[in-house]
């Protein structure tokens, strides 16, 4: 690190982390990547996510962040709804196989309960809540969405998660196939991290600089 941190990131997860900073960084004047660090970093434990909704769970992460670095802290919380199936997965998306952060597991099982489910009935949304919580108890939540339709197969190599089988609305390329810029530009992450960036901007501006 290049210098002292001003931003941590409630993520243990490297891709995500990378995408978060190619949004976040070029939208904060001043800011250097190395001076966005993710929880795994800095050794912040991960808090149990028992909120019933993203933006619960996006602030209980944001809040043990900043309570645990004396920094302020953005997290979000995502997941993909499935119009059929009543929009599970929701906030389970990251362990709707039951093994938590397996990707191909989720996948296959989801693909598999929807095998025989028509492409006009295959609606589904990505969800993105974005938070920043600062120490002194400051907070802010902005939601992003990605409406688009789910493949029976998992296409292309970029991304992560659920990216490899929804299709954006007006596209007929999944999330993956997508270059990394054209998908933070579209997407639900993208949107709602773009939207908290005035916060961000507003308090990193009256933070010390080391």
């Known amino acids: 690190m290049t210098g002292p941190a001003r931003l941590v990131l409630a993520t243990h997860n490297a891709h995500k982390l990378g995408e978060l900073r190619a949004i976040l960084v070029p939208a904060l004047p001043g800011l250097e990547p190395a001076s966005v660090v993710s929880a795994r970093e800095v050794g912040a434990p991960e808090p149990v996510e028992d909120g019933v909704t993203f933006a619960e769970n996006a602030l209980i ?37 039951g093994r938590h952060g397996d990707d191909r597991a989720n996948l296959d099982l989801l693909l598999a309960q929807l095998f025989d489910i028509a492409p006009e009935h295959r609606a589904a949304r990505f969800t993105c809540a974005a938070a920043l919580v600062t120490p002194d108890g400051e907070e802010h939540v902005e939601l992003g969405h990605l409406v688009g339709t789910l493949a029976t197969a998992p296409r292309g190599e970029h991304g992560f998660g659920y990216d490899p089988i929804l299709v954006p609305a007006g596209r007929d390329v999944t999330c993956a196939e997508l270059a990394p810029e054209e998908k933070n530009r579209i997407s639900h992450r993208g949107q709602a991290f773009r939207a908290l960036v005035p916060a961000v901007v507003a308090v990193l501006g009256r933070e010390p600089r080391g």
Not at 69 to 85: E, I, K, N
């Open 61 to 97: 992460k944001a809040r043990a962040l900043a309570a645990h670095t004396g920094l302020p802290a953005v997290a979000d919380d995502s997941g993909l709804s499935v119009d059929v199936l009543g929009g599970a997965p929701g906030i389970f998306s990251a362990r709707w196989s």
